[in-house]
């Protein structure tokens, strides 16, 4: 195991320890709180720096060179190697060593940023752009994570890796298990199985079980699992995924030529997208790759918003889980894992916590459909809460935003059409609405027409939807 | 429009037409063939570029150089452009001219070319490669295409497009039309909506109309209305989709450091694919950047075969039509448009059209899920179809070859848990698999176990699994 050059500190009471000392539930020994990866040059590890790592391999004392990284990440780009075209291991500099040829990569990450001027000219923004991590190989951007976790788990000699999901998560696992030929399995709740985000996990040949208990007496089976057996988990938990998230943050500054957006929006479901590009940016700026971070924003569904009440409450004590209910399936969380870690990172990039109701995300997901992006429901609430961040001038018109999208529209194509045919929000959900909002409900929404096959009936339509006559040109 | 140093060049006659004379159904006035685009350079092409394509614009006499075309193709990949990140714009020193800043692009190309070890190892080959179009924007190989005749009809001065589908073409059209800000229109028959296939372009906000009467009667009804009014068509007979899908050809030999694979297997629906493909390894031969071209394979559907048998019949005459079965959903074509460019592109590369059957398919999808890589069932014809060219030597053991996957596993997920649950395959489908057939199904498929929520339950189905126990370790 290659992995020798970092440790796992615990971002509860700052406890070190080496990797392969990890329990297999990857939580702290001492507070039962969460690691992340520390590196001999991240901030605040010289004094373990100045420890052995390990004993046949001595510590790299060089700090990065920003300039040598920026030349050598374009180069890379050039390359016909996989672990070059790989949007995450271009940049594996900055994460933990695995040996090269050992990589378990589907090409994930080099995802597009797109510029979005509509949305930008209805807000009255100069510059809007959307990082689309739904662009993964996978569908969502669990891909950049699992790519770096299942590298460690090939390293570390594990046959068998298994996590709790029935969504985003299980699909990532399962493929990047079956490329790097290990089993996977995945527990689920009996009766509960959304057949569509599991063909994922059958296609890629996983291991599906159903266990008859509800979501969270599967997390506790795969806990004891673990516990016993060498299988790996896969869940949020494991710190080595937030190291192959952290990358977007990496990809997305080299788009923008090392140009800072002002602002960066993320959905808020189990919070560790947010935490690891905050770690992300956090180490660029600490390595001098960019003199300030962005402001980072959590966007949570009203029906599953624990951090949005937990700050509003004054941000105190322990996070109280809620009873999760929003049509955006991949941020329906109650009791996100690493609340804490973004708590932290809103806090120290000045960024907020808001929430957004089903109309918002149904009306944000179908003006970024029609910018030609399509994206699945959570990625949409960026986009509902970039408008009240604006309102209220939190987020200027002068200044740049990144919408981060997570997940592809296909990953979710019954809501997309459910909202076109009208049968998505209702009645109560609807009556909130003013009449700007209903308009441009109304603009967006397309369901299908049905005429007599003869061009006249088509034409006048088109006429009808058109300033300038079609049929008259 | 820009568009002006290439001429259109009916396939059928020969005629050359400048691309402002083309008729709105892109057929040609003399013999009703389809047109290709062809340049300055083209082969054959000396006669007509002596001639003067634009008043305002003369010809640029220089032949293309490979050598610094490679360089400034590899240099572009570092680049922050958008029209550079695109993996069809990176190459439009061979495409049709546009203005640069108006182009049409959500980022597509630059897909991965995977490596297919495990299903290289069960043919004996020593190298087995696919190229996953899938991966492009909006899930399917007809982003390539749309970006270039967007980019055409942009340049044209459209407001609307459309085209006559209910699949992946109208998912691309209605994407890059949105991304544009163009208009799309989309005809489909009534009452045979496969609503998924249709929640992309719902999506990206294209006007969908079902029409009464069959999918002929669609088609009939969109030729009068681009005739009638200024209405971009988009369907296949397109000849620049066709320039945007000929790039993967470019791509794919970059990737492959511009050694021929010896095969390349595509599937085979409406054959504009593998036309286009066709075109782009025969400008890269005749351009000198290679020296021989792959032998280009179409594998179609036994229930939409009408190209394998017009070949087993001699390859005479005009191409009987047959009415299209197959759960191939996206070569489920029964009259294929570009037959007549598909068969001389197998005939000049010296390849075959196999045919394979749903049960072969079937398999070829789990077997290439469980290398990690998801794909939609018409792009699974290609690996069923290698065995078969395998089998009888066609393919040898020690050649290259490279299947080319054209959709995403996403695209058609119903597919994916009907076959895991048993439920896709008739019993009379069934009853031709031989033993290891039967075995390899038995192998791959994957339902959900139910069992009790206890780790010992679990444990003991992954021990059954696993040669080395995983609870002893």
């Given at each position: 195991?290659?992995?020798?050059?970092?440790?796992l500190?615990?971002?509860?009471?700052?406890?070190?320890?080496?990797?392969?000392?990890?329990?297999?539930?990857?939580?702290?020994?001492?507070?039962?709180?969460?690691?992340?990866?520390?590196?001999?040059?991240?901030?605040?590890?010289?004094?373990?720096?100045?420890?052995?790592?390990?004993?046949?391999?001595?510590?790299?004392?060089?700090?990065?060179?920003?300039?040598?990284?920026?030349?050598?990440?374009?180069?890379?780009?050039?390359?016909?190697?996989?672990?070059?075209?790989?949007?995450?291991?271009?940049?594996?500099?900055?994460?933990?060593?695995?040996?090269?040829d050992?990589v378990?990569?589907?090409?994930?990450?080099?995802?597009?940023?797109?510029?979005?001027?509509?949305?930008?000219?209805?807000?009255?923004?100069?510059?809007?752009?959307?990082?689309?991590?739904?662009?993964?190989?996978?569908?969502?951007?669990?891909?950049?994570?699992?790519?770096?976790?299942?590298?460690?788990?090939?390293a570390?000699?594990?046959e068998?890796?298994?996590?709790?999901?029935?969504?985003?998560?299980?699909?990532?696992?399962?493929?990047?298990?079956?490329?790097?030929?290990?089993?996977?399995?995945?527990?689920?709740?009996?009766?509960?199985?959304?057949?569509?985000?599991?063909?994922?996990?059958?296609?890629?040949g996983?291991?599906?079980?159903?266990?008859?208990?509800?979501?969270?007496?599967?997390?506790?089976?795969?806990?004891?699992?673990?516990?016993?057996?060498?299988?790996?988990?896969?869940?949020?938990?494991?710190?080595?995924?937030?190291?192959?998230?952290?990358?977007?943050?990496?990809?997305?500054?080299?788009?923008?030529?090392?140009?800072?957006?002002?602002?960066?929006?993320?959905?808020?479901?189990?919070?560790?997208?947010?935490?690891a590009?905050?770690?992300g940016f956090?180490?660029?700026?600490?390595?001098g790759?960019?003199?300030?971070?962005?402001?980072?924003?959590?966007?949570?569904?009203?029906?599953?918003?624990?951090l949005?009440?937990?700050?509003?409450?004054?941000?105190?004590?322990?996070?109280?889980?809620v009873?999760?209910?929003?049509?955006?399936?991949?941020?329906?969380?109650?009791?996100?894992?690493?609340?804490?870690?973004?708590?932290?990172?809103?806090?120290?990039?000045?960024?907020?916590?808001?929430?957004?109701?089903?109309?918002?995300?149904?009306?944000?997901?179908?003006?970024?459909?029609?910018?030609?992006?399509?994206?699945?429901?959570?990625s949409?609430?960026?986009?509902?809460?970039?408008?009240?961040?604006?309102?209220?001038?939190?987020?200027?018109?002068?200044?740049?935003?990144?919408?981060?999208l997570?997940?592809?529209?296909?990953?979710?194509?019954?809501?997309?059409?459910?909202?076109?045919?009208?049968?998505?929000?209702?009645?109560?959900?609807?009556?909130?609405?003013?009449?700007?909002?209903?308009?441009?409900h109304?603009?967006?929404?397309c369901?299908?027409?049905?005429?007599?096959?003869?061009?006249?009936?088509?034409?006048?339509?088109?006429?009808?939807?058109?300033?300038?006559?079609?049929?008259?040109?």
């Amino acid at each position: 195991m290659n992995v020798s050059t970092h440790l796992l500190r615990c971002t509860g009471c700052g406890q070190r320890i080496n990797p392969g000392e990890a329990q297999s539930n990857f939580r702290c020994r001492v507070c039962s709180d969460l690691f992340e990866v520390e590196y001999p040059w991240s901030e605040g590890a010289e004094g373990p720096a100045q420890e052995p790592y390990s004993a046949s391999r001595p510590v790299p004392r060089n700090r990065p060179n920003p300039g040598a990284l920026k030349y050598l990440w374009q180069e890379r780009r050039t390359s016909t190697l996989s672990i070059d075209q790989s949007g995450v291991w271009r940049f594996r500099d900055l994460l933990p060593i695995v040996t090269e040829d050992r990589v378990v990569t589907l090409r994930e990450g080099n995802t597009p940023l797109y510029e979005m001027p509509r949305a930008a000219e209805s807000l009255g923004m100069n510059w809007l752009l959307a990082k689309h991590q739904g662009m993964n190989p996978t569908g969502s951007f669990k891909d950049t994570g699992m790519t770096a976790a299942l590298s460690v788990a090939v390293a570390a000699g594990f046959e068998w890796v298994a996590c709790a999901s029935t969504g985003n998560t299980s699909a990532a696992m399962a493929a990047y298990a079956a490329r790097a030929g290990l089993r996977s399995l995945v527990l689920i709740p009996e009766g509960k199985i959304a057949w569509g985000k599991l063909s994922q996990a059958m296609d890629y040949g996983s291991t599906t079980v159903q266990l008859r208990t509800d979501f969270d007496g599967c997390v506790r089976v795969l806990a004891k699992i673990v516990e016993r057996a060498p299988v790996y988990l896969l869940n949020s938990v494991n710190p080595y995924r937030l190291e192959g998230q952290k990358t977007p943050a990496f990809e997305m500054l080299e788009q923008l030529e090392w140009q800072v957006p002002h602002h960066l929006i993320v959905p808020g479901g189990n919070l560790a997208n947010v935490s690891a590009l905050g770690k992300g940016f956090a180490e660029m700026k600490q390595l001098g790759f960019i003199r300030r971070v962005p402001k980072m924003s959590v966007i949570q569904a009203e029906g599953a918003n624990p951090l949005y009440r937990w700050l509003q409450n004054g941000g105190h004590g322990q996070l109280e889980p809620v009873v999760a209910d929003t049509r955006a399936s991949a941020i329906r969380i109650g009791n996100p894992a690493s609340w804490k870690k973004a708590a932290r990172v809103i806090a120290s990039t000045g960024g907020w916590c808001e929430q957004v109701n089903e109309r918002e995300i149904a009306l944000s997901k179908a003006e970024i459909g029609a910018e030609g992006i399509g994206c699945e429901p959570a990625s949409a609430v960026t986009l509902a809460g970039l408008k009240k961040l604006a309102a209220d001038g939190r987020v200027g018109r002068e200044e740049t935003a990144v919408l981060l999208l997570t997940g592809h529209t296909l990953k979710d194509f019954e809501y997309t059409i459910q909202y076109h045919r009208g049968e998505l929000l209702t009645e109560a959900e609807m009556a909130g609405a003013s009449k700007a909002e209903l308009a441009r409900h109304a603009a967006l929404r397309c369901e299908p027409l049905v005429l007599d096959a003869k061009a006249d009936a088509v034409l006048s339509v088109l006429d009808k939807m058109t300033a300038r006559p079609v049929q008259t040109a």
